[in-house]
């Protein structure tokens, strides 16, 4: 089992016994999604810390979008929870990259890579995305691929 995965068990029980109801119905639902990927992938081979952040982004990113469509239809306390969980799952990613950091990552890959604009958009996305590894949100590696290509170009 990995570090990760002990981890969230461990506070699973902790919060059980504190009787903490949103972070015990998040790690539920992060401990059933641990086990149907575990499943799917076969009972001879253990999910990796990596494999369980790719998994707590989804669920992140399936918070959010929630969150987005609750807020949009009027239901505000039910946006508010979904906010609230992602807080929860938030506690189980790595540190996050700032944007300085991510345009420094973004420029090492172009000047090794040798783009010269926006043409060069998905090859950038793919290296840059495997650099920051979970530490950055796709929409702000994006953003900072986009930026320092259009400058390149102009």
Known sequence: MSDLAVKIQSDLVTAMKNKDELKLSVLRMLKSAIQLAQVEKGREVSLSDDDILV????????RAEAAEMYKSGG??????RELEEIKVLEAYQPAQLSDEDIL???ARIAEESGAAGPKDMGKMMGKTMAAVKGQADGNRVKAAVQQYLSQLAG
Do not use: M
């Open 104 to 106: 420094k990552i973004v």
């Open 75 to 80: 239901a505000g306390d039910r946006a508010a």
């Open 55 to 62: 998994l707590v982004r989804r669920l992140i990113k399936q």
